[in-house]
């Protein structure tokens, strides 16, 4: 349910031209669990959960996919899953997309493998190089996805994870982010109608 919510918030961003395809940008954070949640019969289970969530950050760092693992699973494992979950997003003019122009992610998930797979969905791919890409020119797009993540994990029942089901903690972690984006939307909406009653201010001026 909170899935179909998030994809109706996108779209009605979408059919707005409020979400820019040209680049997005994946990281992840990690998440305390609360002590009990994983118990003994999960061998090797940290207690923490990983929040992985790529978004369409320009121009207003929208959520458009999120997922959960576990702390020890290596972030290369988790971005075909997410480039894969971003729904097909209603447009303002033409067809349903999901794919974006760019994919910015830091040296985490630098690997051929993966650069080939991107490349290979008409993807552009710019993940950091190990050794060669500066922190300093990365920075430039990464603050973006962790502004976001902060947005999300700013909603208390996100903080620490207390459900021992992933399948529970994605469900609030997919509300948190139709939540964000219903924000986004309302911001809008309520620009707009700031805008449009200055436009209509200064008609009547003139006209009188």
């Not at 996805?145 to 089901?165: A, C, F, M, P, V």
């Amino acid at each position: 349910m909170w899935r179909r919510l998030h994809r109706a918030v996108l779209d009605e961003l979408g059919s707005q031209g409020l979400i820019d395809w040209s680049q997005t940008v994946i990281d992840a954070a990690s998440v305390r669990a609360r002590k009990g949640i994983f118990d003994r019969a999960e061998p090797g289970r940290p207690r923490q959960s990983r929040l992985e969530d790529p978004c369409a950050v320009r121009p207003r760092r929208i959520p458009v996919s999120m997922g959960d693992s576990a702390a020890n699973i290596n972030d290369v494992e988790a971005l075909k899953p997410l480039v894969k979950a971003i729904p097909a997003v209603r447009s303002r003019r033409g067809p349903r997309r999901r794919k974006p122009d760019k994919l910015h992610a830091d040296k985490a998930y630098d690997t051929a493998e993966l650069r080939k797979w991107v490349r290979a969905r008409s993807i552009g791919v710019r993940i950091a190089r190990e050794g060669i890409e500066s922190s300093e020119r990365l920075g430039r797009h990464c603050w973006v996805i962790e502004r976001t993540i902060s947005w999300l994990t700013g909603y208390h029942r996100l903080n620490i994870r207390y459900d021992r089901k992933a399948t529970h903690f994605l469900s609030f972690l997919t509300l948190a982010a139709a939540l964000t984006c219903y924000k986004k939307l309302a911001k809008s909406e309520t620009r707009d109608m700031v805008l449009g009653g200055n436009v209509l201010h200064m008609s009547l001026r003139c006209a009188l």
